[in-house]
């Protein structure tokens, strides 16, 4: 598998601004490392108000109808500091739209996406330099749509799936749709471009199973995003249509509500569930694959050993997105679709647990008789796999579809998520951000106050999401301004107290990251080109990369996992070292 | 402390298990069952807890130890330089994949009984969900819907008689809603513009439970909630009879209060 089936010309680096303005190399630039690290800011100041909007909700179910603290006073002081049944409707949509569309989908493949692939794969930069701008300004109309949403009447209203007809008396929902389909904009141009990237910019002898995990995850993850992407902005026009121009996709005939009557119908209201997961089913694996991706190379550089399994691993991610695209009827086995199709997608559902099964076993197989080095990407590394096995499991109950008749629209739902998206996936995103800030910023994080951080967000965050579970098997329903009026769950509150104050501490906790991030960005000690002493192509290129990445023409001899291998002293192998055959002496070349 | 992040990470699979096992004593755990056809989902969530409570604990476990055995600062041993296993693969492929099948073909049953089986009884009463009530709409004497002599109520409190099948006609007046009743383990969203089903049956001879609605259907979704009373035919009918008594005072009387006004 050796041969050589990346184009090996060396682009000229001159033909892209190497000395611009400031505005040309800082703000509209054209550099894939910029563009990340662009997005790595906007996402991370967004996670930041999505996590404030998660606390109004915490609040709200801990201190019901009381007056919030600090932020209560500032945004709802007309309430007495109160949240209105209304705001917190809002609360819970905003939250989920902001964490999802703003913060998840594009800090996986904006900024990491952006940022690695063509490190890791030896390219000077992205296919189309230019597109890839584009792809992040376009991300500013959705900014400004879904912040302006905010502001219009009480605020989007309808969940983060925004299901009609509800969603069609709200006057918010036209600045949400309009920033869906920028996000969705923005996300064809990354995926159009990845994928090219990956396909053709490779580096002389960089074969496709010598690509790094992470690349296989953001390459698979393109390919859901350009397949699956386009039906939700269609159905989105077709509701921002249904809002606007009286069309009538997803009315049913003779219509009314909010005491305005529709003219049209016809429409179904199902149709839309069906075109919305029919993107956002394959969208929880593109909030997933890549940071798969990234715990597998941070796992098996720090346990210095091979990545168990590889091969096995890139066919389970690519049974993933495949079974990805016919399981979204799992969704909606209680909504009115034909019960006979619950059937159908119950057994692709149990089916699609395996890949996922495949890939928690290979993990462990690479963490097996390694030498494992507790670093605080190691840590969050490894505190996903813990974590997804939890989330993964929990999945299994809601694909039995006579169980999740129960659970459906339960905590029990929402403990699985966020098991999956914020202890998966944004646990990975932590240690990635700790992996890769010496790439980035040429500088380290500090390693002490890393594992403070991991150890309290660790511990809160199982507080706050642990006992959702047990929530979901009271029946405790998800969206409730206040469930506390059913008898059936009133004495619940104790835990929802419990679980609000772990919230507050773990989003608190987030401050010492905050500090060691920016405080490294400027103070922290000088990485060197390959502080971790990994494998992989991107350690070969200098901290952080100048215009057009490698200061040589990368040659790839192997793949990207041959630590502690028998052929060479050290314990790892790096992807460019040539073979002992090749030379004299069995140095790294640095 | 040399293994202090092993240990941590021991505590998942400890907590975890401990959290299920002293939850049902704290009466958190699922709300009393009352139905005839409850048990069956209770069993199956409780088989599946069990199956999945295995693998998370070997998992888990299996994560620690190896975190425990093969930290860099205390294992000597140089590492494995392993790049997979085919018959592992295969092994932790195929079991797995036979487990989920069982698990997906198991519950077939259960779902059919639950979703696809109506059973053959005339409708005992439409549910109709409107932001933010349940309105219920009885047959009357006549055994047919939407006929002059249907008992409406609109004020949320729903009886059904308890001891038979009952069967249930579900609609909505505007937006999604979802009727559901926790203590019978039955769920069903209502959708403008379609007509459903839904048929349970309560063991117990008198109780009183909550409707719950378990879809987003707008900024009172929270308040929309119902009482259902389950009661034996008799006293059930009893109290159809009453309300519609009271239903046909109130025609009469306003039915007299026009003809004033026309007086007038």
């Given at each position: ?48 108000i999505g996590?404030l909007l998660a606390l109004g909700i915490r609040w709200q179910l801990a201190y019901p109808w009381s007056s919030m603290p600090i932020l209560g006073k500032l945004v709802y002081s007309a309430e007495g500091g109160q949240i209105a049944p209304e705001a917190y409707t809002m609360l819970f949509t905003m939250h989920a739209t902001v ?47 879904f912040g302006a949403s905010f502001f219009v009447g009480t605020g989007p209203a309808s969940g983060w ?5 509800l969603s069609?008396t709200s006057e918010a929902q036209?600045f949400w ?80 509500a909010s005491n ?217 329903p998800r969206r409730l301004a206040d469930p506390y009026h059913y008898?059936?769950f009133?004495?619940?509150l104790?835990?929802n107290?419990?679980?609000t104050?772990?919230a ?87 | ?130 932001q933010f009530n ?41 937006v ?37 609605c378990?879809?987003l259907c707008g900024w009172g979704h929270y308040k929309m909630s ?39």
């Amino acid at each position: 598998m050796s041969t050589i089936t990346a184009d090996a010309h060396v682009h000229s680096h001159d033909d892209h601004t190497h000395a611009g303005s400031f505005l040309s190399t800082y703000v509209f630039s054209r550099d894939h490392k910029i563009i990340g690290i662009q997005f790595l800011f906007s996402t991370l100041i967004w996670f930041l108000i999505g996590g404030l909007l998660a606390l109004g909700i915490r609040w709200q179910l801990a201190y019901p109808w009381s007056s919030m603290p600090i932020l209560g006073k500032l945004v709802y002081s007309a309430e007495g500091g109160q949240i209105a049944p209304e705001a917190y409707t809002m609360l819970f949509t905003m939250h989920a739209t902001v964490m999802i569309f703003l913060v998840i989908i594009p800090i996986l493949a904006g900024a990491f996406g952006n940022f690695l692939i063509p490190l890791m794969i030896g390219a000077d930069d992205m296919a189309f330099p230019t597109l890839n701008m584009l792809s992040y300004w376009f991300m500013w109309p959705a900014f400004f749509a879904f912040g302006a949403s905010f502001f219009v009447g009480t605020g989007p209203a309808s969940g983060w799936t925004s299901y009609p007809p509800l969603s069609l008396t709200s006057e918010a929902q036209m600045f949400w749709l309009i920033g869906l389909t920028f996000v969705g904009v923005s996300s064809m141009m990354g995926s159009v471009n990845y994928l090219t990237t990956i396909i053709q910019m490779r580096a002389p002898g960089m074969t496709m199973f010598r690509l790094p995990m992470t690349i296989w995850g953001m390459f698979i993850t393109a390919i859901l995003q350009a397949f699956a992407l386009p039906v939700l902005t269609a159905a989105g026009f077709m509701q921002l249509m249904d809002l606007k121009l009286g069309t009538g996709f997803f009315i049913p005939e003779g219509w009314s509500a909010s005491n305005s009557l529709r003219a049209s119908g016809g429409g179904q209201p199902l149709l839309w569930q069906h075109l919305f997961w029919f993107y956002s089913h394959p969208a929880v694996y593109i909030m997933i694959l890549p940071a798969m991706g990234m715990v597998s190379d941070m796992l098996s550089c720090f346990a210095r050993k091979p990545l168990f399994g590889y091969k096995p691993m890139v066919y389970s991610i690519a049974g993933i997105a495949g079974l990805g695209f016919i399981v979204w009827g799992h969704h909606m086995f209680v909504s009115g679709m034909n019960p006979v199709l619950g059937m159908t997608f119950m057994v692709a559902t149990m089916f699609i647990a395996l890949p996922s099964a495949i890939k928690t076993f290979n993990w462990l197989g690479t963490i097996w008789g390694s030498k494992i080095q507790f670093t605080t990407p190691m840590l969050f590394a490894l505190s996903f796999v813990s974590m997804f096995i939890i989330g993964g499991l929990s999945g299994i109950f809601m694909a039995a579809t006579p169980v999740d008749i129960f659970i459906h629209d339960t905590y029990f739902i929402v403990a699985h998520f966020h098991y999956v998206l914020f202890a998966g996936t944004a646990m990975a995103v932590f240690g990635a951000i700790y992996f890769w800030f010496p790439k980035m910023f040429g500088r380290m994080m500090n390693e002490r106050w890393g594992k403070v951080h991991f150890f309290l967000t660790f511990i809160f965050l199982n507080g706050v999401f642990y006992p959702m579970h047990i929530l979901g098997w009271v029946g405790f329903p998800r969206r409730l301004a206040d469930p506390y009026h059913y008898e059936t769950f009133r004495h619940l509150l104790p835990l929802n107290q419990f679980m609000t104050w772990c919230a507050i501490l773990m989003v608190t906790t987030q401050i010492i990251f905050a500090i060691n991030f920016f405080y490294s960005i400027f103070f922290g000690p000088k990485a060197g080109r390959n502080p971790w002493r990994a494998n992989s192509l991107e350690w070969q290129a200098p901290s952080p990369p100048g215009h057009g990445n490698f200061d040589f023409q990368p040659i790839i001899y192997r793949g990207p996992y041959e630590y502690g291998s028998p052929e060479v002293d050290e314990d790892y192998y790096p992807q460019t070292t040539p073979p002992p055959t090749d030379r004299p002496l069995a140095v790294p070349a640095h | 402390m040399r293994h202090f992040w092993a240990f941590l990470f021991l505590l998942v699979p400890i907590l975890g298990v401990l959290t299920f096992l002293l939850a049902p004593y704290y009466n958190h755990a699922f709300p009393r069952d009352i139905s005839e056809q409850g048990h069956v989902i209770d069993q199956l969530f409780m088989f599946i807890l069990s199956l999945t409570g295995i693998i998370f604990v070997g998992t888990e476990v299996c994560l620690f130890y190896f975190m425990w055995k093969y930290n860099g600062q205390s294992n000597a041993e140089p590492v494995k330089y392993s790049h997979g296993s085919h018959t592992l693969e295969v092994v932790w492929t195929i079991l797995p994949a036979v487990t989920l099948l069982f698990i997906a073909i198991y519950q077939m049953n259960a779902w059919a009984d639950a979703k696809m089986r109506r059973p053959n009884v005339p409708v005992t009463a439409e549910v109709t969900g409107r932001q933010f009530n349940w309105d219920v709409r009885y047959p009357g004497p006549d055994g047919e819907l939407h006929t002059p002599d249907d008992i409406v109520r609109v004020d949320g409190d729903i009886h059904f008689p308890s001891g038979e099948e009952v069967l249930l006609s579900i609609k909505s007046a505007d937006v999604l809603h979802s009727f559901f009743l926790p203590n019978l383990r039955i769920k069903q969203d209502v959708v403008p513009g379609m007509q459903q089903y839904m048929w349970f049956k309560c063991r117990e001879p008198k109780e009183v439970v909550d409707i719950v609605c378990a879809e987003l259907c707008g900024w009172g979704h929270y308040k929309m909630s119902g009482r259902a009373t389950f009661e034996p035919r008799a006293e059930f009918n009893a109290w159809l009879k009453e309300k519609a008594a009271e239903q046909n005072v109130r025609q009469v009387a306003q039915a007299k209060e026009e003809k004033k006004e026309e007086k007038k």
